[in-house]
């Protein structure tokens, strides 16, 4: 009776049969506008008509109990209630569906979407009612309809934000500009069709409404799913997978989910809940194969994982992983692995999949490749042994793809398997997959064996994973990392190529298959070197992100003791505080910080720090600045507390302690950088009375000196000292003399910082005390210094109006004192022999810095007696004038020490007097030239140079005998004149004129390899900053210098001695590579625009004099004509544009973003070439003819040189030899048969005498970041290609595992792996070879000239075929033709392209006479 009277609200028998028949014959697709009358009758009283009807429907269905409907009379089935009662069923299901397929047309509100909800559960409660079938209910289209609901009729704000988030997502990851516009479109017209829904206010209780209406929609669908089989229906099932996966991030989880099959479904309370039981569901075999239910549900669930929104049709973009979004994904994870173990076997297989499309739609973005990672660390778990081994196995393949987001991956998944316990081998195993699941592969060849990359992010994400390794709790992948560096035995590890194919653009995502994405196993080849230097490249590699990886590795190796703690690694981190890049010099600081609080109590990691961290004070850069004052402040200032018994057992202030008394002891020479960082804290007032009244606590302690270096360097700014306890110090200094000499001259330092705040009896005190010490010259030589230094400062306190009458006194008092005691050591005739070296070093330097303050008191005699020491005569007298100053005597019988010291003496006192110095010069500068003693010559340049800033034109001509030193016999005397002459290039007291320029380039090759840095440094960082033209102005003049070339009528005409000349010249074919690294040097650091001007230059300055006449062709002149040819053909003569416009895209980017930059590059290639080809026409190419006709003429062997310049150059413009020759036919045939002549011939040569030399590595390690150039092998020519394939086998290996992967399992069983890399990296584009060319793989000896880590070719995307592919990629023989075609293969890395067809080429003028003799 209820159930008529439901069905009486419904007016189901006013409905017309003609409206019935015509939702019907439209398949549900549309439904007309029904009656109003009979529509406002149903929704008078909202949706309780429809809930009524499904109270009364719900007994019906075979959920209800046998018991309840005997007790409710429900004898008769629900269809035949129908009939009774004249209600025909086509007319219940239209009307449903006027509601159901009609909610998206009709006016949006809660009404009309709660109607829909409760139709669409009448519907599905229907058709799991017994009879449905007979009844003919189902019908694809509405039962699509009433699963879509959940989607539609829940409030869209929320999903439209998330929309939108990803749209932003997407544009922050470098998406095209098209794809941005054409998502924002859609985005756009997505809020224009739910403008409705933004007027409708959808209140708290109507939310919980429509949800409870969805959860009994959902309800209702599992019923169905449990007895309404949809084997036949596979649309249906795939809408019931995707509407599941849809709700599995419909609302958040309160605790974890439980999936229980038996667990009943009024039970289950979440949304997710129940989306999960219903996947569970759609696994039955009642619903299909079960092998294609699992597929398709694991298929669904890939995107959830991934963290991405599919839409219809186009690309999944990319969510923002916010705490919702990673718990769906995690929910995701737990449910597959719940279904791993129920169905065991029939799970694994696609398991597999799933974790190859996790790894292959993996997009290259940190934070969604550590989630994924994780996620397929989870997955793999439930894998057993061999499946696991199986996959570890195609991760390699994978790791070694050409699309760098894959490398990139594959270096995550080894890092998160290595957190995983490791697994034991099964016994059924063989020695091949059970090394695979050591964590010694995955370490050493996954991680490890990335470290060479082409890609310099991959390069920098593998250091960085090797520094994870060591992070971890897991010993095991620590172990493995110590294997690596052992110094003990040969170590090799695996590091296989990328793959040289590549896939076939996928253009839409509609036909993407969940299938086996099948890598074809590469061989394997080994090589063994330390791991170390490999490390030490990294250090020095071009890119800053590179460098960053190598610094934390290292460090990270230091920090757990796997590498020595010693001063060359340390001192690695400590140069790169000096790095030309910000970042990397933060990250030396930030590393060495690290190690300084790992080893605080390390002697060698303290010096390390201090000697990275205080010259970054004054840095260029204001961060670097910041960085190192902001750690120097943690590390030292703060730790200064007051002195008590226990300070030592405080780890910061013994390690406080410890860093001063190493500025005290072995790190002097940082005095100067330290004091500038308390000139910068003083002005930000850092000194305050509690750290005063600290620092004072420690002046009398075990660790005074370090507290008196501190006061030194704060007593200038702080005058609320301890003045007592100051003067005590003193008093004890000067009465016992047992302090050290560093301790000493910071109290003398302290008391010229004081002195004004003393009374005038204590100062005189003070005044006498340092002039008796003087007298008696027992303190050692330092303190001579800072005692001179402390008197004179004295002396401005004490008479601030005669300070100079006090220096005279004082001061000259000593200048007499030295020239008394010099006099008795050289009149005396045995003087010479019996002197104190020590006390007469002593004098000198007193003398020395005394005469500074008071030159009035110097006299002749004092300055004879200076120039006595260092002339020869003994009977020499100081009241004679010498006839010839200095060395033009004999050799002195003096010692070395003293007269070096003497040098450094008579500057001083050339510096307070001209006419001293303009008499000397000719003397200092013949003592730089004949001079045998080192310390002389070294001082006498020191001196020279002092002088040079005080007499800028009196010294300007002996600047060559300055520079002369850049080629000085010591290594010491050629670093100190780089640096000297660096400094006053810098301050424009010296002038790059005459042969300065030529001079200082040349210790570019200076046998000393820190000499060579030096002198590039300076070059690049200092010098070229303040003059871009520098080596652009001086290039040509090179050539002509270096090659002792004076027959031009411009170049290298300044006037040089012979001695000079031979000196500096790098003439011969013995120093051809050093002149060719000093223009390759140069070129490098050229602009475009000056490379494209020099190439002008040269050919009207050079090539057209020789076409001229102006320059002889004879043994000379062809010398120079062949470098410069040679010079014209160096790669780095290239202009970047071009070089760049070749696909050479910066690999860290995004494939959209690689693209756009490739765009940007090609256009700006074809305008530069364009610019350059008309250039070439107009100037190169008339003088080329010119000279390549004269040089024919004269039978020259530089025309072999001609034409290989003319072979790089025509590269570019091969199809156009004829066009660029049009004003003359016969000569462009000429050059173009000519240069095929010559190609066919070089590649003649290559193919017979290259073979052995091509399995040598070329050295392209570069000694600093800013000069180092990846050098790229040239393309192979077509002969040389033919050869090669000549080698190979007809066809990929097919079996298990590559020979060579099997050969190093097997060592990695007994021995740990290790394989030093090999610094040449190669990239670019490889031709795609079509389905039906054969591809080959070279076996193990063939040839190549790529680093084994570097990947060859590219996998732009997968193209997935139709239907299910067979599991594992290991084929046996006998499988079919089906099974093979749905298998995706990805070619080898090894395999080559065919050799190219061969073509028989005429000259075309031999064919045009032939004709015309015919």
């Known amino acids: 009776m209820e159930l008529m009277n439901a069905l009486e609200i419904l007016k189901l028998k006013e409905v017309s049969k003609d409206w019935v028949d015509g939702v019907w014959d439209l398949e549900f697709t549309e439904v007309e506008a029904l009656d109003a009358e009979i529509e406002d009758s149903i929704t008078r009283n909202g949706s309780r008509g429809l809930e009524a009807l499904y109270r009364c429907l719900l007994p019906y269905t075979n959920n209800a109990e046998s018991s309840t409907a005997a007790s409710d009379g429900l004898s008769q089935s629900v269809w035949t209630v129908l009939g009774d009662s004249g209600v025909s069923t086509r007319s219940l299901v239209a009307l449903l569906a006027y509601f159901v397929v009609g909610a998206r047309t009709?006016?949006?509100?809660?009404?009309?979407?709660?109607?829909?909800?409760?139709?669409?559960?009448?519907?599905?409660?229907?058709?799991?009612?017994?009879?449905?079938?007979?009844?003919?209910?189902?019908?694809?289209?509405?039962?699509?309809?009433?699963?879509?609901?959940?989607?539609?009729?829940?409030?869209?704000?929320?999903?439209?934000?998330?929309?939108?988030?990803?749209?932003?997502?997407?544009?922050?990851?470098?998406?095209?500009?098209?794809?941005?516009?054409?998502?924002?479109?859609?985005?756009?017209?997505?809020?224009?069709?739910?403008?409705?829904?933004?007027?409708?206010?959808?209140?708290?209780?109507?939310?919980?409404?429509?949800?409870?209406?969805?959860?009994?929609?959902?309800?209702?669908?599992?019923?169905?799913?449990?007895?309404?089989?949809?084997?036949?229906?596979?649309?249906?099932?795939?809408?019931?997978?995707?509407?599941?996966?849809?709700?599995?991030?419909?609302?958040?989880?309160?605790?974890?989910?439980?999936?229980?099959?038996?667990?009943?479904?009024?039970?289950?309370?979440?949304?997710?809940?129940?989306?999960?039981?219903?996947?569970?569901?759609?696994?039955?075999?009642?619903?299909?194969?079960?092998?294609?239910?699992?597929?398709?549900?694991?298929?669904?669930?890939?995107?959830?994982?991934?963290?991405?929104?599919?839409?219809?049709?186009?690309?999944?973009?990319?969510?923002?992983?916010?705490?919702?979004?990673?718990?769906?994904?995690?929910?995701?994870?737990?449910?597959?692995?719940?279904?791993?173990?129920?169905?065991?076997?029939?799970?694994?297989?696609?398991?597999?999949?799933?974790?190859?499309?996790?790894?292959?739609?993996?997009?290259?973005?940190?934070?969604?490749?550590?989630?994924?990672?994780?996620?397929?660390?989870?997955?793999?778990?439930?894998?057993?042994?061999?499946?696991?081994?199986?996959?570890?196995?195609?991760?390699?393949?994978?790791?070694?793809?050409?699309?760098?987001?894959?490398?990139?991956?594959?270096?995550?998944?080894?890092?998160?398997?290595?957190?995983?316990?490791?697994?034991?081998?099964?016994?059924?195993?063989g020695p091949e997959q059970a090394g695979l699941l050591s964590h010694r592969f995955l370490v050493q060849s996954l991680v490890f064996g990335r470290r060479s990359d082409a890609s310099p992010t991959v390069r920098a994400h593998a250091l960085t994973c090797l520094s994870r390794c060591l992070e971890m709790p897991s010993l095991n992948a620590t172990r493995c990392v110590q294997e690596l560096f052992s110094s003990t035995g040969v170590h090799t590890v695996l590091e296989g190529d990328g793959t040289d194919g590549s896939l076939r653009s996928q253009k839409t995502y509609r036909t993407l298959q969940f299938k086996t994405v099948d890598i074809t196993g590469s061989d394997i080849s080994y090589e063994s070197k330390e791991a170390m230097s490999v490390l030490m490249r990294r250090v020095s590699d071009q890119k800053t992100i590179v460098r960053k990886s190598a610094l934390q590795a290292i460090m990270s190796l230091m920090k757990h003791s796997v590498i020595l703690l010693g001063q060359e690694n340390l001192s690695v981190l400590s140069e790169r505080c000096r790095d030309p890049a910000v970042s990397v010099k933060k990250k030396a600081m930030q590393c060495l910080g690290e190690l300084l609080h790992a080893h605080s109590h390390s002697r060698v990691v303290q010096t390390a720090w201090l000697r990275g961290l205080l010259p970054a004070i004054i840095d260029p850069e204001s961060a670097v600045q910041d960085k190192a004052l902001e750690s120097l402040e943690q590390v030292v200032l703060s730790q200064v507390k007051k002195h008590s018994p226990s300070s030592w057992e405080d780890a910061g202030q013994k390690l406080c302690w410890d860093l001063l008394g190493l500025l005290c002891d072995d790190c002097q020479d940082l005095s100067r950088y330290f004091s500038k960082a308390f000139t910068v804290w003083s002005r930000q007032n850092k000194f305050t009375a509690a750290f005063i009244s600290n620092l004072g606590s420690h002046m009398e302690a075990e660790h005074a000196a370090g507290a008196w270096l501190l006061l030194s360097k704060v007593a200038g700014s702080s005058p609320n000292l301890n003045y007592r306890k100051i003067l005590d110090a003193w008093d004890r200094m000067v009465r016992l003399r047992n302090v050290t000499v560093t301790t000493s001259c910071h109290i003398l330092s302290v008391l010229g910082d004081v002195c004004e705040h003393l009374n005038k009896d204590t100062r005189s005190r003070i005044v006498e005390d340092i002039m008796s010490w003087l007298r008696s010259l027992e303190m050692p030589q330092e303190v001579v210094g800072a005692s001179v230094e402390a008197l004179c400062r004295l002396g401005r306190a004490q008479a601030k109006r005669g300070t100079q009458a006090f220096l005279n006194q004082h001061c000259g008092e000593l200048v007499s004192l030295c020239e008394t005691y010099l006099s008795t050591v050289i009149l005396n005739e045995k003087g010479a022999q019996n002197l104190n070296e020590d006390l007469v070093v002593k004098h000198l330097y007193l003398l020395g810095v005394a005469s500074l303050h008071c030159p009035a008191r110097v006299g002749k005699r004092t300055v004879l007696l200076v120039q006595s020491i260092l002339s020869s005569?003994?009977?020499?007298?100081?009241?004679?004038?010498?006839?010839?100053?200095?060395?033009?005597?004999?050799?002195?019988?003096?010692?070395?020490?003293?007269?070096?010291?003497?040098?450094?003496?008579?500057?001083?006192?050339?510096?307070?007097?001209?006419?001293?110095?303009?008499?000397?010069?000719?003397?200092?500068?013949?003592?730089?030239?004949?001079?045998?003693?080192?310390?002389?010559?070294?001082?006498?340049?020191?001196?020279?140079?002092?002088?040079?800033?005080?007499?800028?034109?009196?010294?300007?001509?002996?600047?060559?005998?300055?520079?002369?030193?850049?080629?000085?016999?010591?290594?010491?005397?050629?670093?100190?004149?780089?640096?000297?002459?660096?400094?006053?290039?810098?301050?424009?007291?010296?002038?790059?004129?005459?042969?300065?320029?030529?001079?200082?380039?040349?210790?570019?090759?200076?046998?000393?390899?820190?000499?060579?840095?030096?002198?590039?440094?300076?070059?690049?960082?200092?010098?070229?900053?303040?003059?871009?033209?520098?080596?652009?102005?001086?290039?040509?003049?090179?050539?002509?210098?270096?090659?002792?070339?004076?027959?031009?009528?411009?170049?290298?005409?300044?006037?040089?001695?012979?001695?000079?000349?031979?000196?500096?010249?790098?003439?011969?074919?013995?120093?051809?590579?050093?002149?060719?690294?000093?223009?390759?040097?140069?070129?490098?650091?050229?602009?475009?625009?000056?490379?494209?001007?020099?190439?002008?230059?040269?050919?009207?300055?050079?090539?057209?004099?020789?076409?001229?006449?102006?320059?002889?062709?004879?043994?000379?002149?062809?010398?120079?004509?062949?470098?410069?040819?040679?010079?014209?053909?160096?790669?780095?003569?290239?202009?970047?544009?071009?070089?760049?416009?070749?696909?050479?895209?910066?690999?860290?980017?995004?494939?959209?973003?690689?693209?756009?930059?490739?765009?940007?590059?090609?256009?700006?290639?074809?305008?530069?070439?364009?610019?350059?080809?008309?250039?070439?026409?107009?100037?190169?190419?008339?003088?080329?003819?010119?000279?390549?006709?004269?040089?024919?003429?004269?039978?020259?062997?530089?025309?072999?040189?001609?034409?290989?310049?003319?072979?790089?150059?025509?590269?570019?413009?091969?199809?156009?030899?004829?066009?660029?020759?049009?004003?003359?036919?016969?000569?462009?045939?000429?050059?173009?048969?000519?240069?095929?002549?010559?190609?066919?011939?070089?590649?003649?040569?290559?193919?017979?005498?290259?073979?052995?030399?091509?399995?040598?590595?070329?050295?392209?390690?570069?000694?600093?970041?800013?000069?180092?150039?990846?050098?790229?092998?040239?393309?192979?020519?077509?002969?040389?290609?033919?050869?090669?394939?000549?080698?190979?086998?007809?066809?990929?290996?097919r079996g298990p595992l590559p020979a060579q992967l099997s050969r190093l399992l097997s060592q990695s069983a007994g021995r740990p792996l290790l394989r030093a890399a090999d610094n040449q990296q190669t990239s670019g584009p490889h031709r795609r070879l079509s389905a039906q060319e054969s591809v080959s793989v070279p076996p193990k000896g063939s040839l190549c000239h790529r680093a084994f880590s570097t990947p060859h070719g590219n996998i732009n995307d997968v193209t997935f075929g139709e239907g299910l592919s067979a599991i594992f990629s290991e084929r046996r023989g006998g499988s079919s033709d089906r099974e093979e075609e749905s298998v995706l293969h990805l070619r080898s890395p090894e395999q080559r392209s065919p050799p190219p067809r061969q073509w028989e080429v005429q000259s075309p003028l031999a064919t045009r006479r032939t004709k015309k003799g015919q």
Request: hydrophobic share 40%; aromatic share 8%.
């Open 873 to 1293: 005569s003994p009977e020499h007298t100081a009241g004679g004038q010498p006839e010839e100053p200095l060395s033009q005597f004999h050799p002195s019988s003096m010692p070395s020490r003293v007269r070096a010291h003497a040098v450094l003496t008579l500057g001083k006192l050339c510096l307070q007097h001209e006419e001293l110095t303009q008499r000397y010069l000719p003397a200092f500068a013949r003592e730089l030239q004949l001079s045998a003693d080192m310390a002389v010559r070294s001082n006498v340049a020191l001196v020279m140079c002092d002088l040079y800033v005080r007499y800028t034109n009196m010294l300007e001509r002996y600047l060559p005998n300055i520079s002369a030193c850049l080629q000085d016999d010591h290594p010491l005397i050629r670093e100190q004149t780089v640096t000297m002459l660096t400094s006053l290039l810098q301050e424009e007291f010296v002038k790059w004129k005459g042969s300065l320029f030529f001079r200082f380039v040349t210790v570019l090759v200076d046998p000393e390899p820190a000499v060579s840095r030096l002198c590039e440094y300076c070059l690049v960082h200092l010098l070229l900053k303040k003059n871009p033209a520098m080596f652009s102005q001086h290039f040509i003049e090179c050539i002509f210098h270096f090659n002792s070339y004076e027959k031009h009528k411009t170049y290298n005409k300044f006037s040089q001695t012979a001695s000079e000349k031979a000196r500096f010249s790098l003439r011969g074919s013995q120093n051809k590579d050093k002149r060719f690294r000093i223009y390759r040097f140069l070129l490098e650091n050229f602009t475009d625009a000056q490379r494209f001007n020099i190439t002008t230059k040269i050919s009207l300055n050079v090539l057209a004099c020789f076409v001229d006449g102006e320059l002889a062709l004879d043994d000379e002149g062809r010398e120079i004509l062949s470098e410069t040819l040679g010079v014209l053909s160096l790669k780095e003569m290239k202009l970047q544009a071009l070089a760049a416009g070749r696909g050479e895209v910066d690999e860290q980017d995004d494939e959209p973003v690689a693209l756009a930059k490739a765009v940007i590059q090609v256009a700006q290639k074809k305008v530069v070439s364009q610019v350059q080809k008309k250039i070439f026409i107009e100037n190169m190419i008339p003088i080329i003819i010119a000279l390549k006709s004269k040089l024919e003429q004269q039978h020259s062997p530089v025309l072999k040189d001609l034409m290989g310049y003319l072979q790089v150059t025509m590269q570019d413009y091969r199809s156009e030899v004829k066009e660029l020759f049009a004003a003359d036919e016969q000569l462009a045939a000429e050059l173009e048969y000519n240069l095929t002549l010559y190609e066919k011939e070089q590649q003649d040569n290559m193919a017979a005498s290259s073979l052995p030399r091509e399995t040598q590595t070329r050295d392209s390690a570069a000694s600093s970041p800013a000069t180092s150039s990846m050098r790229l092998p040239a393309p192979a020519s077509p002969s040389r290609r033919h050869l090669q394939g000549a080698f190979t086998t007809p066809q990929a290996p």
């Open 106 to 429: 009709r006016p949006d509100g809660f009404q009309p979407r709660l109607l829909s909800l409760h139709a669409a559960s009448i519907y599905l409660l229907l058709l799991g009612t017994p009879g449905s079938v007979v009844n003919q209910v189902f019908h694809q289209v509405l039962f699509d309809a009433c699963l879509a609901l959940p989607a539609h009729c829940w409030p869209q704000s929320c999903e439209r934000k998330r929309k939108k988030e990803c749209v932003k997502s997407s544009q922050a990851e470098g998406k095209r500009p098209r794809a941005q516009r054409r998502e924002q479109e859609e985005v756009e017209g997505g809020e224009a069709e739910e403008e409705q829904e933004e007027r409708v206010h959808f209140s708290p209780r109507n939310l919980l409404t429509i949800r409870k209406a969805i959860v009994l929609l959902v309800r209702n669908l599992l019923r169905l799913l449990q007895t309404f089989p949809l084997k036949d229906k596979r649309q249906s099932a795939d809408s019931c997978v995707k509407i599941f996966s849809e709700l599995t991030d419909f609302e958040p989880v309160i605790g974890e989910l439980e999936f229980n099959s038996k667990q009943a479904l009024d039970e289950i309370k979440s949304v997710p809940e129940l989306a999960y039981y219903g996947l569970a569901l759609l696994c039955s075999p009642s619903h299909g194969d079960e092998k294609e239910n699992v597929r398709r549900v694991f298929h669904s669930l890939l995107y959830v994982i991934l963290m991405m929104r599919r839409g219809e049709g186009r690309k999944p973009t990319l969510l923002l992983p916010s705490q919702a979004v990673i718990t769906s994904r995690d929910q995701a994870l737990l449910f597959v692995c719940h279904l791993v173990d129920e169905l065991k076997e029939i799970a694994l297989p696609f398991l597999r999949i799933l974790l190859q499309h996790l790894c292959c739609q993996m997009v290259e973005k940190t934070d969604c490749r550590s989630h994924g990672a994780q996620a397929v660390s989870q997955l793999l778990d439930k894998m057993p042994g061999s499946d696991y081994a199986s996959f570890i196995k195609w991760l390699f393949a994978y790791s070694t793809n050409s699309k760098v987001a894959y490398r990139l991956f594959a270096l995550d998944v080894s890092v998160a398997l290595l957190a995983c316990p490791e697994r034991q081998a099964e016994g059924s195993m």
